[in-house]
Every structure is written in C-alpha cells, then in structure tokens.
C-alpha cells in the first residue's frame, strides 16, 4: 500500500502560470484535505472534503480550487499562481468513524517566482 | 486568527534530558488535541492525542498534560534522544463530520548528543 502519495515532489511556477496538484490514496478513506506549510506558521487548512461529492473552504481558501475527483483523488488547483503562494504543500486524510487520525502525504514543494 | 499558540519555537536538549513543548488555544469547543512530529522532507504522523475529559495520557517516553481550566496543554519528552529531533506541531480539532485540525507554529527540537 502506497497510502498517500503526492504529485509532483517539486514544482516551480512562473507569477499567473497555473497547476494542479494531484493527491491519491488507497486506504478507503472518506475525508481528505489539502495544506499548506509555511516557516513559522504551522500547517494552515486550504480546503478539505468530508466526504466524497462534497467540498469546503478552510482557513485560507483564496486562491485556489480543489476538485474531490473520486473516493481515492483529491487536487487543488492554482489558476493564477502568485510569489505568496510558494508554500510546501500536503494533502491529508482521515477514516470517519475509526479515529481522527490524519495521515499526511509527503508533500510538495511550490516556488512561485 | 491563530487559536492555537504553541512555544517556544525551538528547543535544544541535551540527550537524557525532557523537553517540554507548551500550547495553548482559545475555542472552548475544541475536544480533541493532538501532536505531530515531522522529520525532514516528510509530512507530518500523528505522535500522541488527549481528550479533554482526562488530564494526562502516557506513551512510552511522550506524555501529555492537560489543564482544561486554563486551556493549555503540554508535551514532554522523557529521556530525550538524537532521534527524536524533529519539528513538533499541537493542533486542535472540533467535533463535525471533517474534524479538521487547526495546527500550532511548531516547536524544533534539537537533541544534542
């Protein structure tokens, strides 16, 4: 089992170029969510999906989109990328009703330039 | 709006000794408290997590204190070692369907030899 894998590793944008970030996971979970990792700030929410079919925004939506693709795929999307949004980026999921355990990918580090 | 303080930003111990790494948050609601370690280049995995209806968990050499009252809890690593360094990030979560996670700063440890 690959749990949760993240593509790419490495990416770097050009300001107003735009990308998706792929997330995909294999243990049946139901709820997944995208973060974003700066120094000194912790992990900050971007969006998450409860549940497969629905989407909702976190703490610091703007900017970005996500599409939760299927039960196993959720990407986040950067239409117009900006310097502010260089960032390493990590998807998460949870298995309702088991614990609330998040278990992380391996993340992806974005340089805006 | 950071509801959860964490401090200090890094910490250096010498190998044998306790790190003590605090938190602090501002919701009420909040029911469910975790730690994440996060070496290098991965993402964060769950460490250790308390509800707040007791007010100390133990495992192995990480425990956790809670003090409901003064909504503040610690982690402390016993017998600190080498491999235990590590970035460490408290985080809160409220109860509903996603469960997400608002996350500290985090703490760097550095565990001298």
């Known amino acids: 089992n690959a749990g949760v894998t993240q593509t790419p590793k490495f990416q770097v944008l050009k300001t107003g170029q735009s990308m998706t970030l792929q997330c995909a996971q294999d243990?049946?979970?139901?709820?997944m969510y995208w973060y974003r990792q700066d120094p000194g700030m912790g992990l900050r929410l971007i969006y998450y999906s409860a549940s497969e079919g629905t989407t909702d925004k976190g703490e610091v939506p703007n900017g970005y989109n996500v599409s939760r693709l299927n039960k196993r795929e959720f990407s986040l999307r950067l239409e117009s990328a900006a310097p502010s949004q260089t960032s390493v980026y990590f998807c998460?999921?949870?298995?309702?009703?088991?614990?609330?355990?998040?278990?992380f990918g391996p993340g992806t580090r974005l340089t805006v330039t | 709006q950071q509801q959860v303080k964490q401090s200090p930003q890094s910490l250096i111990v010498q190998k044998g000794g306790i790190s003590i790494i605090n938190c602090a948050y501002e919701?009420?609601?909040?029911?469910?408290f975790p730690w994440y370690q996060q070496f290098p280049g991965k993402g964060p995995a769950l460490l250790i997590a308390?509800?707040?209806?007791?007010s100390e968990k133990k495992e192995g050499r990480f425990t956790i204190s809670f003090n409901k009252s003064a909504k503040q809890f610690s982690l402390h690593i016993m017998d600190s070692q080498p491999g235990d360094s590590a970035t460490y990030f408290c985080a809160a979560s409220l109860s509903g369907s996603a469960r997400q996670l608002t996350f500290g700063s985090g703490t760097q440890l550095t565990v001298l030899p």
């Open positions: 308390i509800r707040p209806d007791v």
């Open positions: 243990m049946n979970h139901n709820s």
């Open positions: 919701n009420t609601a909040f029911d469910y």
């Open positions: 998460a999921t949870r298995l309702v009703g088991a614990s609330y355990e998040q278990y």
